[in-house]
């Protein structure tokens, strides 16, 4: 039953070095085929580990939320085509994500658009200067990605249902901040349970430290699996 989710469970690689990534993969080993790396990993060798994996067959989500100058964003996505990853996420500003779907177009990376970060309340975004509050933001950066020809967003499972609405049926909707029922929040301000995230619309759920730092890193990948199958 829970293997039909393999494949929308993203295991968050979020270790210091690439040989405690190795351990987790090999715990996991049969049961995720997706993880994802980000900042901490790949400046400690993730990079590397990430083809790595990639030319094995198994799916990467590389979380380097990209933004920058078009010309800088192209020729960034340009490399990472070539690393063979299956998911890159950038801030989803339109200029960006324009030159970033022209620079991935014939390939099959899949481009998703971070739209709010997670641990941002309203609180946060005022603090950054921002306008609007982080629903609104939500919506009005999915509705950019979706005209920039993207291949997903990244929200808070909070906001998959109304993103959902948004982008329709195709695009994936990637929510990180998931934590099974009665787990801690850490610096998560809008969490949601997987089954939950699932039902609002979510296409696929990344999880880092529920899994990551169980005792039985298997049993907790198995039972989150369990509780998608279910939804």
Same mark, same amino acid.
């Given at each position: 039953?829970?293997?039909?989710?393999? *494949?929308?469970?993203?295991?968050?690689?979020?270790? $210091?070095?690439?040989?405690? %990534?190795? %351990?987790?993969?090999?715990?996991?080993?049969?049961? %995720?085929?997706?993880?994802?790396?980000?900042?901490? !990993?790949?400046?400690?060798?993730?990079? *590397?580990? +990430?083809?790595?994996? %990639?030319?094995?067959?198994?799916?990467?989500?590389? *979380?380097?939320?990209?933004?920058?100058?078009?010309?800088?964003?192209?020729?960034?996505?340009?490399? @990472?085509?070539? /690393?063979?990853?299956?998911?890159?996420?950038? #801030? &989803?500003?339109?200029?960006?994500?324009?030159? &970033?779907?022209?620079?991935?177009?014939?390939?099959?990376?899949?481009?998703?658009?971070?739209?709010?970060?997670?641990? /941002?309340?309203?609180?946060? /975004?005022?603090? &950054?200067?921002?306008?609007?509050?982080?629903?609104?933001?939500?919506?009005?950066?999915?509705?950019?990605? !979706?005209?920039?020809?993207?291949?997903? @967003?990244?929200?808070?499972?909070?906001?998959?249902?109304?993103?959902?609405?948004?982008?329709?049926?195709?695009?994936?909707?990637?929510? $990180?901040?998931?934590?099974?029922?009665? +787990?801690? #929040?850490?610096?998560?301000?809008?969490?949601?349970?997987?089954?939950?995230?699932?039902?609002?619309?979510?296409? #696929? !759920?990344?999880?880092?430290?529920? @899994?990551?730092? +169980?005792?039985?890193?298997?049993?907790?990948?198995?039972?989150?699996? #369990?509780? /998608?199958? +279910?939804?």
């Amino acid at each position: 039953m829970a293997a039909s989710m393999r *494949d929308r469970l993203i295991v968050g690689l979020d270790v $210091p070095t690439v040989k405690e %990534a190795e %351990a987790v993969v090999r715990d996991l080993d049969g049961v %995720a085929s997706f993880y994802k790396i980000g900042y901490q !990993l790949a400046f400690a060798g993730g990079l *590397d580990f +990430a083809r790595e994996l %990639a030319s094995g067959g198994t799916k990467v989500f590389l *979380d380097m939320k990209l933004l920058d100058i078009d010309n800088t964003v192209a020729k960034g996505v340009e490399n @990472i085509v070539k /690393m063979g990853v299956s998911m890159l996420t950038l #801030h &989803a500003y339109p200029k960006a994500m324009r030159a &970033a779907v022209e620079a991935a177009k014939g390939s099959d990376l899949c481009l998703l658009g971070v739209t709010v970060l997670t641990s /941002m309340d309203a609180q946060d /975004m005022i603090d &950054a200067g921002y306008e609007y509050d982080p629903h609104t933001l939500v919506l009005r950066r999915s509705e950019q990605a !979706l005209a920039a020809g993207m291949g997903g @967003i990244v929200c808070s499972a909070a906001e998959a249902s109304a993103v959902r609405k948004v982008v329709g049926p195709e695009l994936a909707v990637v929510t $990180p901040g998931i934590r099974p029922a009665g +787990a801690e #929040h850490g610096d998560q301000k809008r969490v949601v349970t997987p089954a939950d995230a699932l039902r609002n619309g979510s296409s #696929h !759920l990344v999880v880092a430290r529920p @899994i990551v730092g +169980a005792v039985d890193r298997r049993a907790a990948a198995q039972a989150i699996l #369990h509780e /998608m199958s +279910a939804a």
